[in-house]
């Protein structure tokens, strides 16, 4: 019995060690299907997610979603410090470790090598229980040391993940004026058209390509940044995505006449995040995804771009173009939108959009960009 208790401790210890180096210290992605930190995910996001599929929709669902990636990480080093405290317990245990006790009164049970092992682990060093044998000793060392270096790699962690997401949302915050709250593709390459840097736009797609990149680069490092959700509930780095793809779409299925090699680059970065992030918290593809272009908001579509002075030289080609390029990319995000319980943006909006910066707790709506003509731009301002 007691020597399947060390057994178990070691055991216990070597998983927690693994788990904690690959989740905070190794940069790339783990794709071994049984871990400690995705099985905790697994589960307590799925009971997250039950109790915010009962909250209506809005801002008391969105703060209650936006707890708990950084919750959830408070959590998970829980579970590791117990861990490991447990494992050296169980080790102390199995050996009959003798220790000193300053009230010297029963046997010496699981209960105080449990103590022994908490503030070992934590370095309090009270001394009213210390091991007493050579063994013991190294164990407390090693347990102590594992324990400061433990918290040493926490302390350092979440520095990296709080600027990692502040530069996801950096980029995303400059969406609001340019495509909207929430962002989509018409209003972009409308409002680009109509204030004359629509041949420009090469800069904006060359900027979402890094970006796209960089987000790829840290979730598939962190995948916690994505369960983080933005500041404004109409916004989030799947909506950016999104948007960006739809744009892409839209200049390489023929809609201007503008270079489309920056924007192809962009669609292949961007996808290839959709793809990498679905396959890591297992999101499936929804097959077939919601029609987010049907024909009456396709003639909404060239409505809007005949008003910004762009023509389609082949509606029914660039349609056709268009279906084809958003069947790649598409059901990923649908799929990521419903296990996440993020909105994905249309490619037309509904109504006038109405951006973050124009409102306010305490004024008015005032005219905004999409309101303006580009001559009028700079005195507005």
């Not at 995705?38 to 703060?63: I, M, S």
């Not at 980029?171 to 004359?196: F, M, N, Q, V, W």
């Not at 173009?321 to 943006?345: D, V």
Request: hydrophobic share 45%; aromatic share 12%; charged share 20%.
């Amino acid at each position: 019995m007691h020597f399947l208790s060390g057994v178990t401790g070691l055991i216990l210890i070597g998983v927690v060690l693994v788990d904690a180096f690959e989740a905070m210290v190794l940069p790339r992605r783990v794709t071994r299907p049984y871990r400690l930190a995705r099985a905790f995910y697994r589960v307590a996001w799925g009971f997250w997610r039950g109790v915010a599929c009962r909250l209506p929709r809005g801002k008391r669902r969105e703060n209650f979603l936006s707890v708990f990636g950084p919750f959830s990480l408070i959590v998970l080093f829980v579970l590791w410090a117990c861990g490991l405290i447990i494992g050296f317990t169980l080790i102390h245990w199995s050996l009959g470790t003798p220790v000193y006790r300053t009230v010297q009164s029963d046997p010496v049970t699981i209960v105080d090598y449990l103590y022994l092992s908490g503030v070992t682990f934590f370095t309090l060093g009270y001394g009213d229980v210390a091991p007493t044998a050579p063994l013991g000793r190294l164990l407390t060392v090693i347990e102590a040391g594992m324990g400061f270096g433990f918290l040493g790699v926490v302390v350092g962690y979440l520095p990296g993940l709080s600027q990692s997401s502040s530069q996801r949302e950096l980029t995303i915050s400059l969406l609001d004026a340019r495509a909207g709250s929430p962002p989509t593709a018409a209003e972009g390459i409308t409002r680009a058209a109509k204030l004359g840097y629509l041949s420009t736009n090469a800069a904006f797609f060359s900027e979402w390509e890094h970006w796209a990149a960089q987000v790829l680069e840290s979730h598939l490092s962190y995948p916690v940044l994505m369960y983080y959700r933005s500041q404004h509930e109409n916004q989030s780095w799947l909506a950016a995505l999104t948007s960006v793809l739809d744009s892409s779409a839209l200049i390489l299925s023929g809609v201007t006449k503008l270079d489309s090699y920056q924007a192809q680059l962009t669609f292949a970065m961007a996808r290839h995040v959709l793809v990498d992030l679905s396959l890591i918290i297992k999101a499936q593809p929804l097959e077939p995804p919601p029609d987010r272009l049907p024909p009456e908001e396709f003639a909404r579509l060239r409505t809007m771009l005949h008003e910004a002075g762009l023509e389609m030289a082949d509606p029914e080609r660039v349609e056709q173009r268009l279906t084809e390029l958003r069947a790649m990319y598409e059901p990923f995000a649908g799929g990521l939108a419903k296990r996440l319980l993020f909105e994905i943006p249309p490619i037309v909006p509904k109504a006038k959009p109405v951006d973050n910066w124009q409102t306010s707790a305490w004024t008015r709506r005032t005219p905004g960009i999409g309101d303006l003509p580009g001559s009028q731009i700079e005195e507005h301002f």
